[in-house]
């Protein structure tokens, strides 16, 4: 079956410092890749995706690539802001299987 | 432009007692969610609907009943409430398979 696999956390960073966050993914056949963010209190919304291999979704200032010989989607920010500081979730889903498979999440905080 | 809407926010329940949990989504999507999210876990799959009057189980079904009587609304029941449901339950609504889910803001439910 699918699954995603994150970094453990939580990770704490200093304001501007460059970020990355490691997923890894097995899955079969070929599947869409996203990023996920929750802020404090909120819902799930949608930060990048990406839907083929050697594709790389953008967003707000982060990036990450679908490397599928890799099998990875790690997302990376070059200068994070205070206001990054949330919940970030790698998630996978395919043709075979409308559901999304995530990870467990991370905790990012950042300080001023 | 509200997206996915979930009634209540906030709820303290009794064990025993019993309640519905409401997801209303104005977007047209075919397939809708719920979702439980607890500490260290993640989120994990309670029950999904691929369209309008269809259901199906999904990592953590029991306990739990939904219904999808109109393609808009996806209800989520509680028939006898125990401790172990307290949780932060979260719905989503897609377009179609491989497509990103749209999430509520969530309903933060106690059971004493």
């Known amino acids: 079956g699918n699954s995603v696999t994150q970094m453990e956390g939580p990770v704490t960073l200093s304001e501007e410092a460059f970020l990355t966050i490691n997923c890894t993914y097995t899955?079969?056949?070929?599947?869409?890749l996203f990023w996920y963010v929750q802020y404090p209190g909120e819902g799930l919304q949608l930060l990048l995706k990406?839907?083929?291999?050697?594709d790389k979704g953008s967003n707000k200032g982060f990036e990450a690539t679908y490397r599928k010989e890799t099998t990875s989607f790690h997302l990376e920010k070059g200068s994070v802001q205070v206001s990054d500081s949330a919940v970030y979730f790698c998630?996978?889903?395919?043709?075979?299987?409308?559901?999304?498979?995530f990870g467990k999440g991370i905790t990012l905080s950042v300080r001023p | 432009n509200a997206g996915v809407t979930q009634t209540p926010k906030f709820r303290v329940l009794k064990t025993g007692q019993s309640m519905t949990l409401l997801c209303a989504q104005d977007m047209n999507h075919e397939y809708m969610y719920w979702y439980r999210q607890d500490p260290g876990m993640g989120l994990r799959l309670i029950h999904y609907s691929v369209g309008e009057g269809t259901t199906a189980k999904g990592e953590v079904p029991d306990g739990y009943n939904v219904s999808r009587l109109k393609k808009q609304n996806f209800l989520l029941g509680l028939e006898s409430a125990a401790p172990s449901q307290t949780s932060v339950y979260f719905c989503a609504s897609q377009d179609r398979g491989n497509q990103p889910q749209h999430f509520g803001d969530g309903t933060r439910l106690s059971i004493l």
């Open positions: 899955a079969t056949g070929y599947p869409s």
């Open positions: 998630a996978l889903s395919d043709w075979t299987n409308s559901k999304l498979t």
């Open positions: 990406a839907t083929k291999a050697d």
